[in-house]
């Protein structure tokens, strides 16, 4: 049976952004390995590709994001996955729960506190408040946060990718700088900041470090899901 046009185009969409956007990633992440430059961390070139590519063919956000909505779907797996790096380093969690629960609560304070004075010096109100306030933490949480307290999600992802990325490169300045020597801070520093990509700068530096980030943005991410009600409150207040 010929399939009509009323889903064989959405279907040859279907596939071909979602081959497009998994071979320019494959693509970006072969050359960050190749040459490891902040600038050529993969969900940058990725982005900015793609984002040519629609602008040039002329083709709307929702129809690219409703083509490939299947990869944004693997979120979900990927955050039940994110319960692996906890219970691999368990025993340093009970060993070091205080000094994590601390530092945790400091950056995700920190975060939220800068994210709304920025929102504020920017002039941003209502949802794209919101949508920034989140950008501390992994695309998964991130998302789940900004949809909880009424942000846009997809912008949400934009501004954990450029969060990510800046802490990248500002934290190896500022660890350059600081007095920070264990494995437990300096991993510890970069999870909370920078998440994904800090995470990914800190196994550059050390296995331990990056271990320890790995394990930092895991918990934060779930630790900002369960104070999620209270963003929502305190934004009602402000």
Do not use: C
Request: hydrophobic share 55%.
């Amino acid at each position: 049976m010929v399939p009509t046009s009323s889903w064989a185009e959405p279907l040859l969409q279907a596939v071909l952004w979602s081959a497009a956007t998994l071979a320019v990633y494959f693509a970006a992440k072969a050359a960050y390995r190749r040459h490891r430059r902040w600038w050529l961390m993969p969900i940058l070139p990725t982005s900015l590709v793609l984002g040519a590519m629609l602008l040039l063919l002329h083709v709307p956000y929702p129809q690219y994001s409703q083509a490939t909505h299947w990869l944004a779907g693997l979120l979900g797996p990927a955050t039940v996955a994110f319960a692996v790096p906890i219970y691999q380093h368990r025993a340093l969690v009970r060993r070091q729960w205080r000094v994590l629960l601390l530092a945790m609560l400091a950056g995700s304070a920190t975060a939220v506190v800068t994210g709304w004075l920025l929102a504020s010096a920017l002039g941003l109100d209502g949802a794209l408040r919101l949508s920034l306030l989140p950008r501390s933490i992994s695309t998964p949480f991130a998302v789940s946060v900004s949809d909880d307290i009424g942000g846009i999600p997809e912008l949400t992802a934009v501004f954990v990718v450029l969060t990510g990325l800046l802490g990248g490169v500002v934290g190896d300045l500022m660890l350059a700088r600081l007095p920070l020597r264990s494995p437990l801070a300096r991993g510890a520093a970069l999870g909370i900041a920078a998440h994904g990509a800090g995470t990914a700068r800190a196994y550059e530096v050390g296995q331990q470090e990056g271990s320890v980030a790995g394990l930092t943005m895991v918990l934060v991410g779930l630790l900002n899901v369960l104070l999620a009600p209270l963003l929502v409150a305190l934004a009602g207040r402000l």
